[in-house]
């Protein structure tokens, strides 16, 4: 069986056109309402990028202050270190006091002392030792004039300590260089000089030191000098250096 249409033929053109028209107007739609969406989260994007860019350049600036006192303390520093390493060059690593302590321990009553000196000397080669000796610096409790003597030494040295005094015999004299010899403060004890000599004790307790005239004198002169209250003593000196160094 045939079917017949008797809708007319514009009017099935006309519901087309309207069925596509309403798909057309809904796809149109959708796609303003998702231009719509991505315009608001491309704002959001920008307003926060914004925020971002502020917050970097704050930071940028707040880093650039720090890199600035970064670089000062760094300068700082570099110049400390420049003076730590002046100071240990010329730092004289001896302890005065302790060895002043450690030589008045060895000496005893019938020793006095006249004079002890530091005297820092450079390291020399063994080869030039004999050839070549550089005393700068003297360490003593009064003025020096160290521009008289050139400039002090720096870096590695060594302190060489001369002791000079009146010992009541030459026996307290060897006994001293051998209590010297066992201290853990020095090495290389020589004995530069040691000779007798007489003191003359007066009524107000003073001393006074006379020449060495032990070969001139006759042992009756001996006698009476003592007899009249002259004291032999004997005049020394001793050389020796500071044990804190090891030479390698």
């Given at each position: 069986?045939?079917?017949?249409?008797?809708?007319?033929?514009?009017?099935?053109?006309?519901?087309?056109?309207?069925?596509?028209y309403?798909?057309?107007?809904?796809?149109?739609?959708?796609?303003?309402?998702?231009?719509?969406?991505?315009?608001?989260?491309?704002?959001?994007?920008?307003?926060?990028?914004?925020?971002?860019?502020?917050?970097?350049?704050?930071?940028?600036?707040?880093?650039?202050?720090?890199?600035?006192?970064?670089?000062?303390?760094?300068?700082?520093m570099?110049?400390?270190h420049?003076?730590?390493?002046?100071?240990?060059?010329?730092?004289?690593?001896?302890?005065?006091?302790?060895?002043?302590a450690?030589?008045?321990?060895?000496?005893?009553?019938?020793?006095?002392?006249?004079?002890?000196e530091?005297?820092?000397?450079?390291?020399v080669?063994?080869q030039?030792?004999?050839?070549?000796?550089?005393?700068?610096?003297?360490?003593?409790?009064?003025?020096?004039?160290?521009?008289?003597?050139?400039?002090l030494?720096?870096?590695?040295?060594?302190?060489?300590?001369?002791?000079?005094?009146?010992?009541?015999?030459?026996?307290?004299?060897?006994?001293?260089?051998?209590?010297l010899?066992?201290s853990?403060?020095?090495?290389?004890?020589?004995?530069?000089?040691?000779?007798?000599?007489?003191?003359e004790?007066?009524?107000?307790?003073?001393?006074?030191?006379?020449?060495?005239?032990?070969?001139?004198?006759?042992?009756?002169?001996?006698?009476?000098?003592?007899?009249?209250?002259?004291i032999?003593?004997s005049?020394?000196?001793?050389?020796?250096?500071?044990?804190?160094?090891?030479?390698?």
């Amino acid at each position: 069986m045939k079917e017949i249409d008797f809708l007319p033929e514009w009017y099935k053109s006309g519901r087309r056109r309207q069925i596509s028209y309403r798909t057309q107007y809904t796809i149109l739609g959708g796609i303003f309402v998702a231009m719509m969406v991505w315009n608001f989260i491309t704002s959001y994007s920008i307003s926060k990028a914004k925020a971002q860019v502020v917050q970097m350049a704050t930071k940028q600036t707040q880093a650039e202050k720090v890199s600035a006192k970064l670089a000062e303390l760094i300068n700082e520093m570099n110049t400390f270190h420049k003076r730590e390493a002046l100071v240990e060059r010329i730092d004289s690593r001896i302890n005065v006091t302790g060895v002043l302590a450690e030589i008045s321990y060895l000496i005893d009553e019938r020793i006095v002392l006249s004079k002890i000196e530091l005297i820092s000397e450079k390291f020399v080669d063994r080869q030039d030792k004999e050839s070549f000796r550089q005393v700068a610096g003297v360490v003593r409790a009064v003025q020096s004039d160290f521009a008289a003597r050139g400039e002090l030494p720096i870096g590695d040295v060594r302190f060489k300590v001369l002791i000079t005094g009146v010992a009541a015999d030459a026996s307290d004299v060897a006994a001293l260089i051998c209590k010297l010899e066992n201290s853990p403060y020095f090495c290389q004890v020589v004995l530069s000089y040691s000779r007798n000599t007489y003191i003359e004790a007066r009524n107000s307790g003073t001393l006074r030191l006379q020449k060495d005239q032990s070969q001139e004198l006759s042992d009756t002169r001996r006698d009476n000098r003592k007899f009249e209250g002259n004291i032999r003593v004997s005049n020394f000196e001793i050389n020796c250096y500071l044990a804190n160094y090891r030479e390698q």
